[in-house]
């Protein structure tokens, strides 16, 4: 058993009750109220999505029918028409709010800006109009390989406000895989910055983005839009290249209509890690989206007009989209976002950012909160985090020691946690404590959402008993649940749908996670169940970085696992056979190593290489990861050996 499965069934008995003060005021006040939207919801999902839709999103034309269901494809509010970025800004241009702060950024060196809704709005406008220009149209894919700064919310408002799909590439990835992402989505403009700040280091953006397109590596661009952010001297290609301050500067004041958008056109394509080595293109659709950010921000963070909301996810994942951008904004809230990131270097710094801005609800990851702890707690206790009234976990399970330490030392023992549980295909948090209403128990994310049918179940897809590990599933469509995989309507099925058969015409969506529920139906979530390891919460497919490895000149094969780590939860190791004419040494370790920060990026280094004269297989050539893991893990290998091709693999493996 895991260390966090005994931590966790230690406390199961643990209940933290909302405090009586936020109930009081909360969205959902009791858990009467929660069971009674959930029952309902569960009955007659059409009537309860399609009361929410009408009551909290603008509509330029209503829909003829809330939920087409021909499973395993559903599609949401259908002929409806809106727009996300007239939700997220038109229709809080009011005099009471048009004034209000929608973004606030902190930038690393210390950087402040601060923008209204109105602002916001128009800088949306100007680049929108400046995206036309360029040739985007509705449909076209935009790629965005930005820092932490305002013009990343800005562009991609600017895409959804003329129906352009962006794909926002995370900017810790390498220029090979932005490359194959770009190329995957056949994007037609790249918008990137000169640089960006991290960790008192300037990340080259436009040099990767110039690696990636060189000698035709994208044959599908035909432009990159750059924001000077670090002023350091780029390469510019006056053919290609155009900066984002004269754009701006030459469109200055210039409305743009939002496109009225059909409720299921997509409004983004996000790339995630799969179980093989190509990233999947996860698909959103514009209304279930909206709708299911919106309300998820409104009622699990009980999301309050004076609230400052601050998610520390970056934008190239689906949190910083859902809870920096989407959800916040669409709900007229006040959203924080960080350029920086924690460090032994700077080891308050994001306490400086709650004490100055004045957080209200905190949104982080439990890999942030174990390097917390152990950068010591005189760093939070030196700032006043007095405003702070709630806390969110999201991206991996949390061991209940972390929730411990993060419900007394930074929430003061008076804020409640919600640990949120779900996927980039789900959209938005599928499994959470509604704070005012659930009590919660450390390491658990508790119950579902409103109208969320989560089960624990084997794979006949019948339910698993009390206590007992099985597949997490979700049973019924949810309004921002993945279309697609982008180019790949097979994966879509393979992945998601096919792994449980549907059983009586009961379809069950393959989540990839191991979970059990307690006495009181409250779900554990134990992790992946398939070759998807979580570093650090990056989502990282072990057959991609396999990938990364066999690319390179010295390796025949390579089978890479997970290996519990304190801080990061998960981290690399990576076995190695090498060609006949290499041998093991530390230069070809690091080599190694740096190889796939190459390919793909910083976030899957292998803390460890092991190199080995062979892989233990099974006599169909499967490669046992099990023993693999448990080597790693520095356990003893436990289980049937007896289906392995050559049991001496095991001893020469030992060492
Ligand atoms: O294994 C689960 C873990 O993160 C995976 C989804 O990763 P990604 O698509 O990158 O999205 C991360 C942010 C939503 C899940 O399959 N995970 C996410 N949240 C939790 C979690 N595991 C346990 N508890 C959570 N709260």
């Not at 350091?232 to 004041?253: G, K, S, T, V």
């Not at 020691?401 to 996927?423: K, L, N, S």
């Not at 529920?517 to 390891?533: P, Q, S």
């Not at 230069?587 to 190199?611: N, S, T």
């Amino acid at each position: 058993m895991s260390t966090i499965a005994i931590e966790s069934s230690l406390q199961e008995d643990r209940l933290f009750s909302p405090p009586p003060n936020l109930s009081k005021t909360a969205r959902i006040g009791s858990l009467e109220e929660y069971q009674r939207l959930h029952d309902r919801a569960v009955t007659d999902p059409e009537e309860f999505w399609g009361e929410l839709a009408e009551n909290e999103l603008h509509w330029f034309q209503k829909w003829e029918k809330v939920l087409d269901w021909q499973p395993p494809y559903a599609r949401w509010f259908v002929g409806g028409k809106l727009n996300v970025a007239y939700n997220c800004l038109d229709r809080h241009l009011t005099p009471e709010r048009r004034d209000k702060p929608a973004l606030i950024w902190e930038g690393e060196p210390g950087d402040t800006r601060i923008l209204t809704y109105q602002q916001l709005h128009r800088e949306v406008c100007e680049i929108a109009n400046a995206l036309k220009k360029l040739g985007v149209q509705k449909g076209d894919r935009v790629g965005i390989y930005l820092p932490m700064i305002p013009e990343a919310a800005i562009a991609m408002l600017a895409c959804v406000r003329i129906g352009a799909i962006h794909s926002v590439v995370f900017g810790g990835f390498s220029a090979e895989a932005l490359k194959d992402r770009l190329n995957d989505a056949r994007a037609k403009i790249v918008i990137t910055a000169d640089g960006g700040w991290r960790k008192g280091a300037i990340v080259h953006l436009k040099h990767q983005v110039d690696v990636a397109l060189a000698d035709g590596g994208v044959p599908s661009v035909e432009t990159v839009l750059v924001v000077k952010r670090t002023g350091q001297p780029i390469h510019f290609d006056p053919d290609r290249d155009r900066w984002w301050d004269d754009l701006q500067e030459e469109f200055a004041d210039t409305d743009c209509p939002a496109e009225p958008m059909d409720a299921e056109d997509p409004i983004f394509i996000l790339y995630t890690s799969g179980t093989t080595g190509k990233p999947k293109g996860v698909v959103h659709a514009t209304g279930g989206y909206n709708l299911y950010t919106h309300i998820t921000t409104k009622w699990a963070f009980d999301l309050q007009d004076t609230d400052i909301f601050w998610c520390t996810a970056d934008v190239g994942w689906i949190t910083g989209h859902s809870y920096i951008v989407y959800g916040p904004l669409s709900n007229g809230a006040t959203t924080v976002m960080y350029e920086g990131a924690p460090s032994t270097a700077n080891p308050g710094c994001l306490w400086d950012v709650v004490e100055k801005h004045r957080v209200t609800i905190f949104y982080t990851a439990p890999t942030a909160i174990r390097l917390f702890m152990k950068l010591g707690e005189e760093f939070p206790n030196a700032r006043d985090l007095s405003s702070l009234r709630l806390l969110g976990s999201v991206g991996e399970p949390i061991n209940p020691t972390a929730w411990m330490w993060y419900y007394r030392v930074i929430g003061g023992e008076r804020c409640p946690i919600v640990d949120t549980w779900w996927q980039t295909e789900t959209g938005g948090a599928m499994l959470t404590p509604l704070p005012g209403a659930t009590p919660t128990k450390p390491g658990s994310a508790t119950l579902p959402f409103p109208g969320i049918v989560a089960d624990v179940v084997d794979l006949d897809g019948n339910p698993v008993g009390e206590n007992e590990g099985g597949y997490l599933v979700v049973k019924q469509p949810w309004p921002s649940m993945i279309r697609t995989v982008y180019n790949n309507p097979d994966r879509y099925l393979s992945t998601y749908w096919d792994k449980i058969p549907p059983k009586d015409g009961q379809w069950f969506y393959f989540s990839g996670d191991g979970a059990r529920r307690d006495k009181d139906g409250y779900f554990w979530v134990m992790g992946r169940v398939d070759d998807v390891i979580n570093v650090a919460g990056h989502r990282l497919g072990t057959m991609e970085v396999e990938s990364a490895l066999v690319s390179h000149p010295a390796v025949t094969e390579a089978a890479v696992v997970g290996k519990p780590s304190d801080i990061k939860g998960e981290e690399i190791v990576a076995f190695v056979t090498l060609e006949a004419d290499y041998t093991p040494s530390e230069d070809l370790e690091k080599d190694l190593k740096q190889h796939v920060v190459r390919e793909i990026g910083a976030l899957a280094r292998p803390a460890a290489i092991q190199f080995t004269e062979a892989l233990p297989k099974t006599r169909s050539g499967k490669i046992v990861r099990r023993i693999l893991r448990a080597l790693a893990a520095g356990e003893a290998v436990t289980g049937d050996t007896s289906t392995l091709e050559d049991r001496s693999v095991l001893d020469k493996l030992r060492g």
